[in-house]
């Protein structure tokens, strides 16, 4: 692991960053820092159910969304430096809670020490990887037999979009890429009987404001790439948090209209599995508390 961190090509970005000298592309250095890691009850139905999801958010991010909700992990990198055995010690403390799954929150960077620390700790619950969708192949083909459910966004079919909120214009290829290797992975959802996912891949779409164009062309990419049986989740969340004058058309909420018409183009390209987020899913009351929950000691779980 502290060998292929000195020359990190884990992202699409292949910075080739000495993270044991230095933090790559993604902000991050050579140890694992958390942010976060509790049951969540945020996530799709199928995901947290009742029980909740054991997500564990993770520092730092490969993507560089200008509009990220979680700006103070992924960009600021807060957290705590945790090793990976406290890592494995944290899988089993959720599972022990009762989680659905153990759902690993932005962990692209840290792929190496999520290996390792599932070789310590397999969880006999399900691990899914929930992700912005920016993913090299080869880092996903290391994974294999590893994760069991796949969560990537599949943020823009545009690439200049991406280029100015995420600073990634090749994020459009690189998502068909990444997506197309999750199906391979695992296909479409298994739910058991309590209707919680055991396997398989759901592919996430924020509508952003005034850019429904790249929403349909989204979803018109994913029809043509992987077919309407797919799994879609749209999502309506987006709340403005600070001013963003390189995207001043982000400085809103989305309009009643723009959620009706994004809908409206899911039921129209076919998509009949997968969900639709309530309007009202949306502001700070819906964004987790970094407070390092569960991520030092094992008692923080029960607060």
Known sequence: MQSELKH????PRRCGADREKQAGACGSGARLVLSRAALHYGEEPCVSGKQGSGAIFFSGCSLHCVFCQNRKISQERY????SVERLADIF?????????NINLVTPTQWTAHIIA???RYRPRIPILYNCGGYERVDTLKRLEGLVDVWLPDF????????????AAPDYPEVA????????RQCGDPVLNQKGIIQRGVIIRHLVLPLHLKNSAA?????????GAERWISLLFQYTPLWDIPECPELNRALTARERARAEACLEELGFINGYVQEADSKGVAFIPDFDLRGVEHAADLQQ
């Not at 990190?8 to 992202?11: A, E, F, P, Y």
């Not at 545009?158 to 995420?166: H, I, M, Q, V, Y």
């Not at 989204?218 to 992987?226: C, D, G, H, P, S």
Request: net charge negative.
């Open 8 to 11: 990190c090509m884990l992202c």
């Open 79 to 82: 957290g705590a430096e945790v």
């Open 92 to 100: 089993r403390e959720l599972e022990a809670q009762g989680a659905n």
């Open 117 to 119: 620390a599932l070789e």
């Open 155 to 166: 943020k823009y079919a545009d690439g200049e979009l991406a280029g100015r909120c995420s």
């Open 176 to 183: 068909v890429q990444a997506i197309g290797e999750m199906l």
């Open 218 to 226: 989204v979803l018109k990419r994913i029809r043509r790439e992987f």
